[in-house]
């Protein structure tokens, strides 16, 4: 679960990590890497004990990749100011979510969202330039929305000024 994704970036030679809450998966994923060989570091793998903060330093990643998270987060927007802090100034955020089928189960135990609304989701939490629109690629797809971390002048705010929604589907 947690392995997979860090180890083809690491593939590439990209520096990476993967993180989850379950320990088991963690093992299992350092174990598999053991006995890779790749262009540059092999991927490192943390134990995540709290959902709402990743055992990662403030400014210390470049992309964060969130895939498959915000339906079943307890509260998306934590998640979302949780990886603003670990993201370096102008880092990425790619958002893989599940798209809301116009007829979902109310009851069913993810929340999926609608375009416009995991924009606006985005957009709440501040401190984001949307890069990417989701209402574009094929409906039957999960949603993807990249978004950039506003670099803020030096004493500025944390909460800067945010892109209008027309800008944002721009």
Same mark, same amino acid.
């Given at each position: 679960?947690?392995?997979?994704?860090?180890?083809?970036? %690491?593939?590439?030679?990209?520096?990476?990590?993967?993180?989850?809450?379950?320990?088991?998966?963690?093992?299992?994923?350092q174990?598999?890497?053991?006995?890779?060989?790749?262009?540059?570091?092999?991927?490192?793998?943390?134990?995540? =004990?709290?959902?709402? +903060? $990743? =055992?990662?330093?403030?400014?210390?990643?470049?992309?964060?990749?969130?895939?498959?998270?915000?339906?079943?987060?307890?509260?998306?927007v934590?998640?979302?100011?949780?990886?603003?802090?670990?993201? $370096?100034?102008?880092?990425?955020?790619?958002?893989?979510?599940?798209?809301?089928?116009?007829?979902?189960?109310?009851?069913?135990?993810? +929340?999926?969202?609608?375009?416009?609304?995991?924009?606006?989701?985005?957009?709440g939490?501040?401190?984001?330039?949307?890069?990417?629109?989701?209402?574009?690629g094929?409906?039957?797809?999960?949603?993807?929305?990249? %978004?950039?971390?506003?670099?803020?002048? $030096?004493?500025? %705010?944390?909460?800067?000024?945010?892109?209008?929604?027309?800008?944002?589907?721009a």
């Amino acid at each position: 679960r947690s392995g997979l994704i860090p180890h083809l970036l %690491a593939g590439q030679g990209l520096t990476c990590t993967g993180t989850d809450t379950d320990p088991n998966q963690i093992s299992i994923a350092q174990q598999f890497v053991a006995s890779q060989t790749y262009p540059a570091s092999p991927p490192s793998f943390v134990h995540q =004990p709290d959902i709402r +903060r $990743a =055992p990662l330093d403030d400014g210390s990643a470049d992309i964060a990749l969130v895939y498959d998270q915000l339906e079943t987060h307890d509260n998306p927007v934590a998640l979302l100011r949780d990886t603003h802090r670990v993201l $370096a100034d102008d880092g990425l955020i790619v958002i893989l979510t599940q798209r809301q089928e116009h007829t979902q189960d109310p009851y069913e135990s993810q +929340r999926r969202y609608k375009a416009q609304e995991l924009i606006m989701q985005v957009q709440g939490v501040r401190g984001w330039d949307i890069l990417s629109d989701p209402n574009q690629g094929n409906p039957d797809h999960p949603l993807i929305l990249i %978004a950039r971390k506003r670099r803020l002048p $030096a004493g500025a %705010a944390e909460s800067p000024k945010e892109s209008s929604p027309a800008e944002a589907a721009a």
